[in-house]
């Protein structure tokens, strides 16, 4: 009796197992199937998929981003408690933790006049923005607020007289002068004559676009155009632009340190934000002479280079590297060692972005651009 029971159970066992793995073939077929149906229709449809949502890029961003951080709050509000209870980190404490008392202090020290004055990023903008007139605004300090002139202002909003009223709206510009609509025949260099600067100025502007590779500088009638120190026609017999400075002695000692003026000529761009350089014009051939002491470490010749034309960088060793741009032609050799001030690198030219003959010299320290006059000035 009892190997008749245990013979049933055997029986029974085999059976189940038999019909598990009958099973578990018709489910592992019936899915590779199923996958299968579904990548086919994938790959029919997938191509409906990339348009749709290439053209409605940017549409859903806002919502995306609402709905994220809409998400992320909530799984925080959720979890507080949680962690409050699994980590009562001051829960003994009897005053409160140094980042609290860090906080109040500040808070403290913002009350008064300042804190309901508006706080401008000092990051670069590339467009035109509109500003609402605050209560104890003027366009002295509006100006020095966002870094530009009155003038620009002034031109930019068409304005009669200083006088502001709380509410009124303006347009700021991104940098002090014009932003000129572009008309058929226009050029740059139209365009900065009319507006008493240069041209190149434009040029080196990060966000004015030009149409074709950008060699040329072509302009598309009806684009506006930001034109740095632009002064507005009306205005040129009183307002007078940055005078350009005539720098004739070449290499000589200029600072401590071995440092030395590289190129003789006229400096017709100061460094700004967007163009943290010196451009020094003059005759094309002029010698353009290693500024400091230092090894080549890099040439680029009969290339565009990102709009540098020919251009050479010298290393010395210290994590200051000063660059040369738009030469005629190079003197030198990767690797070879030169001394500040007696070593011609180069000769002025007129290659890459450039709108006219000049030598565009940089001075980088510890791969950041800095303002060249801090070592060098005329």
């Known amino acids: ?10 029986l029974w066992i085999a059976l189940v197992s038999n019909e598990v793995k009958t099973f578990s073939e018709f489910l592992f077929y019936y899915s590779k ?8 229709r994938f790959e029919k449809n997938k191509n409906k998929l990339v348009k749709f949502f290439l053209m409605k890029r940017g549409r859903y961003n806002r919502p995306f981003l609402h709905l994220t951080t809409m998400g992320v709050l909530g799984v925080g509000v ?14 003994s404490q009897s005053t409160p933790p140094p980042l609290a008392s860090s906080s109040a202090e500040k808070q403290s020290a913002l009350t008064g006049e300042e804190v309901f004055q508006t706080s401008v990023s000092e990051k670069p903008r590339d467009k035109i923005i509109t500003y609402q007139v605050e209560r104890g605004d003027t366009l002295a300090t509006i100006a020095r607020k966002f870094g530009i ?4 202002i002034r031109w930019e909003n068409n304005l009669a007289s200083n006088i502001l009223s709380v509410g009124d709206t303006l347009k700021i510009l991104p940098v002090t002068g014009v932003a000129y609509k572009v008309k058929p025949g226009d050029t740059v260099y139209t365009i900065a ?16 676009e030009f149409a074709g590779d950008g060699t040329t500088f072509a302009l598309v009638t009806g684009e506006i155009l930001i034109v ?19 720098v004739e002695h070449g290499p000589v000692p200029v600072s401590a340190g071995g440092w030395y ?8 761009q100061y460094p700004s934000w967007f163009h943290m350089a010196l451009d020094i014009a003059g005759p094309i051939g002029t010698p353009v002479y290693a500024a400091h002491s230092g090894t080549i470490d890099y040439i680029s010749v009969g290339t565009w280079d990102t709009g540098y034309g020919n251009n050479v960088w010298i290393n010395d060793g210290d994590g200051i590297r000063t660059h040369y741009a ?27 972005n450039s709108t006219g003959p000049h030598t565009h010299f940089e001075i980088q320290v510890n791969h950041v651009l800095i303002n060249p006059l801090t070592y060098v000035h005329p």
């Open 149 to 152: 002139s009155e003038d620009t």
């Open 326 to 352: 738009h030469l005629n032609s190079v003197a030198v050799s990767v690797g070879q060692h030169v001394i500040g001030g007696q070593t011609v690198i180069g000769y002025r030219g007129n290659t890459g």
């Open 228 to 246: 740095p120190d632009g002064i507005e026609p009306a205005a040129q017999a009183t307002v007078k632009p940055r005078p350009e400075v005539q």
């Open 78 to 91: 959720l979890i507080a408690p949680f962690l409050a209870n699994t980590y009562p980190i001051f829960a």
């Open 1 to 10: 009796m009892h190997k008749r029971s245990s013979h049933k159970y055997f």
């Open 193 to 208: 004559k009319k507006y008493n600067t240069n041209p190149q100025k434009i040029v080196d502007f990060p966000f004015n």
């Open 33 to 40: 199937k199923k996958l299968i149906n579904f990548s086919i």
């Open 261 to 268: 003026w590289p190129v003789s000529g006229i400096i017709t």
